[in-house]
């Protein structure tokens, strides 16, 4: 059967098209373009006219964000910004320590003593007063372990009680488990290293929150938010997680494509590498599978990114490496030489260059033309990086949202004004890829919309209304090609999605009002009419 859906106006991404009224659909995949004649030939047609009224892009795609957006909602938000959950609650946002510790409060109070409380969201930048710590944490309960994770979840704050659960104290001696002048534990916990003792101790792995519900949620997550392919950037992928992966992306009622990014940090990068290649077999139309993560530096907000000199605005430099870096070596070039796509996470721009010249050095040994290795984040990635990614054949996914969310911050505190008024950017990197890159969200550290994000690197307008650098402001076309083919570049799937073209898969995201006519201040407030997958529109 033929199906053709007609539209006020089709945005096709692809240049050989780029408007068109209507899109025929056969067998989930676009079968022809054009006018309301596009299907003539072909056989018989259907008529959808459902969306007549509206504006047609292709699918959008969320490049980088993690499942836990959909699961995190089971703890209890203590961030900044309201938020919505996948259930529609509106989280008030919290705007002081007393109101942090008040809705932890009343948590614990229903909470059984000796089992933790456990918060997520909070940013103590954006909170008056000395740092947030263990005695904050204190006054919620001694009589449980409080645990809450930053909003960047490279960092959390706990109480007495949960520094004792894990076995914290005095003589602990672990990067990142953070002490006062006088050498006590303040209850900062900073990166991955100091963080894992009090995930085992506490059972909150926020890390490994691919549950089915939360997949699910997930899916809805993306649905609302007009995205039809979703990547998840950290996942263990062992086999439970996987045939469970299977059932749930499987079911007609998943509404949307699911590629999730294999955590290449657990074992010997040789068995790794052979773990992503076995892993890729498994692939369908609607789950991409055979990919790799690693890391290497923190987050900016948290002062735990490596910085190039002059290092930080403001506060101490924690700069952290999540890898050790001869691992992270062999880890690079044993996936690289298997030929294993892989992301890498890089905040600041040390960690930008060490990427780079990891590459650098492997790809000397093994070349290879085009496996799209991809620098995540890249947030202080300069123009001469750009240049030296591009002739090695990487591709870069920008952290977009972080210039409306935490722009005031990187201002005022971490980097001062002349870098915050070029970070993420993307004017850069549009004429160095050739606007062939991603923007991303990165769920839940800010709300998965990528039409949001799209607002964010064209207008560059923080939350107090300051713009954050004007030369590096890009156009909406350029932003929405970064939400769908720049997208699909990235994640190497630009042969299946991305556009609305003869081919490809029908996913579809249908708009109320058209992008690229109303004021691109107001691009973040059109509503997303409905979704399609593969022709069918999504429930």
């Known amino acids: 059967m033929i199906t053709v859906f007609s539209a006020a106006k089709i945005i096709t991404m692809d240049p050989n ?12 995949r676009v079968l022809a373009v054009g006018d309301a004649d596009c299907a003539q030939g072909w056989g018989t047609a259907t008529l959808d006219d459902r969306f007549s009224g509206n504006v047609i892009l292709p699918g959008l795609i969320e490049a980088h964000a993690h499942v836990m957006a959909g699961g995190i909602w089971e703890f209890t938000y203590c961030g900044h910004y309201a938020r919505t959950d996948p259930q529609g609650h509106v989280w008030d946002g919290v705007k002081d320590y007393d109101a942090v510790i008040a809705r932890l409060r009343a948590v614990a109070e229903d909470t059984p003593k000796g089992q933790p409380v456990i918060g997520w969201g909070l940013d103590p930048n954006f909170l008056d007063g000395r740092r947030f710590d263990k005695d904050h944490l204190d006054q919620v309960s001694t009589d449980h372990p409080v645990i809450v994770a930053h909003s960047n979840f490279h960092l959390m704050t706990v109480n007495s009680a949960a520094l004792a659960l ?25 990166e991955f290293a100091a963080m894992q003792p009090m995930i085992d101790a506490t059972g909150f792995d926020f890390l490994n929150l691919a549950t089915e519900s939360s997949l699910r949620a997930y899916g809805q997550v993306a649905r609302l938010c007009g995205v039809t392919t979703v990547a998840e950037l950290l996942s263990d992928l062992k086999d439970d997680e996987v045939s469970m992966i299977e059932r749930v992306v499987h079911d007609p009622a998943f509404p949307a494509r699911y590629v999730p990014i294999m955590n290449a940090m657990v074992g010997d990068p040789e068995d790794e590498a052979a773990r992503a290649i076995a892993l890729r077999a498994r692939s369908t139309d609607k789950l991409s599978l055979g990919r790799a993560k690693l890391f290497t530096d923190g987050a900016i907000q948290g002062f735990t990114a490596k910085l190039k000199a002059p290092g930080y605005f403001t506060g101490e430099d924690h700069g952290i490496w999540n890898m050790d870096l001869n691992y992270y070596r062999r880890a690079v070039e044993a996936l690289h030489k298997a030929g294993v796509k892989t992301h890498i996470h890089t905040n600041g721009d040390a960690a930008s260059e060490l990427a780079i010249e990891v590459y650098e050095e492997v790809l000397l040994k093994y070349p290879n033309p085009d496996l799209r290795h991809t620098l995540e984040h890249v947030q202080l990635a300069t123009r001469d990086q750009f240049k030296r990614m591009k002739a090695l054949g990487l591709t870069c996914n920008i952290f977009g949202n972080h210039i409306h969310y935490f722009g005031d911050i990187h201002w005022t505190r971490t980097l001062g004004p002349d870098r915050a008024s070029r970070m993420n950017a993307c004017r850069d990197a549009v004429e160095i890829f050739d606007n062939e890159f991603a923007i991303h969200s990165d769920a839940p550290i800010t709300p998965m919309a990528p039409l949001v994000t799209a607002w964010a690197v064209v207008n560059r307008v923080t939350e107090t209304g300051r713009v954050l650098g004007t030369s590096q402001q890009i156009t909406v076309p350029q932003a929405l090609h970064c939400i769908t083919l720049g997208a699909a570049h990235v994640l190497k799937l630009d042969h299946q999605i991305g556009s609305i073209q003869t081919g490809k898969h029908a996913d579809f995201c249908v708009l109320a009002e058209d992008p690229l006519t109303v004021d691109p201040m107001a691009l973040r407030d059109i509503e997303i009419v409905a979704t399609v997958l593969g022709g069918e529109v999504t429930q």
């Not at 408007?19 to 056969?26: D, K, S």
């Not at 894990?166 to 900073?190: C, H, P, R, W, Y």
């Open 17 to 28: 098209r780029p408007e068109a009224t209507h899109v025929a659909v056969r067998d989930g």
């Open 166 to 190: 894990a076995g914290f104290d005095a003589g602990t001696n672990i990067e990142g488990v953070m002490k006062g002048a006088d050498g006590s534990l303040n209850g900062e916990l900073q």
